[in-house]
């Protein structure tokens, strides 16, 4: 299971940390994702995290956003800095397991509005 925290209301220029917690599985094998999800668009990849703690980005969120995870407390984190309006959108985690599947979690809504 996929648990995300951390959303809210945000100025523009302003920052909020993502949680994604995880339970169930040692998540540490695995991909890790953020995707989100703005009002009318489809759902948009965002970061992603491998095993040894390799990361990449959207082109949009590169520089302004940092993957990370726990192992410990099993969770992955999306540190979001100088937000900005066009990141309006439900995050969403992800883990994708070899054979392709992937889970998701419930989502969380940031919304970047002065």
């Known amino acids: 299971q996929l648990v995300e925290s951390g959303g809210g209301l945000a100025q523009p220029g302003t920052s909020l940390k993502l949680s994604c917690a995880v339970s169930?599985?040692?998540?540490?094998?695995?991909?890790m994702a953020w995707y989100r999800q703005a009002p009318g668009k489809e759902r948009e990849w965002v970061a992603d995290?491998?095993?040894?703690?390799?990361?990449t980005y959207l082109e949009s969120v590169k520089g302004r956003f940092i993957i990370s995870r726990d192992v410990w407390k099993n969770t992955v984190y999306l540190q979001m800095n100088n937000l900005k309006p066009e990141d309006t959108a439900v995050y969403y985690c992800?883990?994708?397991?070899?054979?392709?599947?992937?889970?998701w979690g419930q989502g969380t809504r940031v919304t970047v509005s002065s």
């Open positions: 992800s883990l994708s397991f070899s054979d392709s599947r992937t889970l």
């Open positions: 169930g599985i040692q998540f540490d094998s695995y991909i």
């Open positions: 995290i491998a095993p040894g703690d390799s990361a």
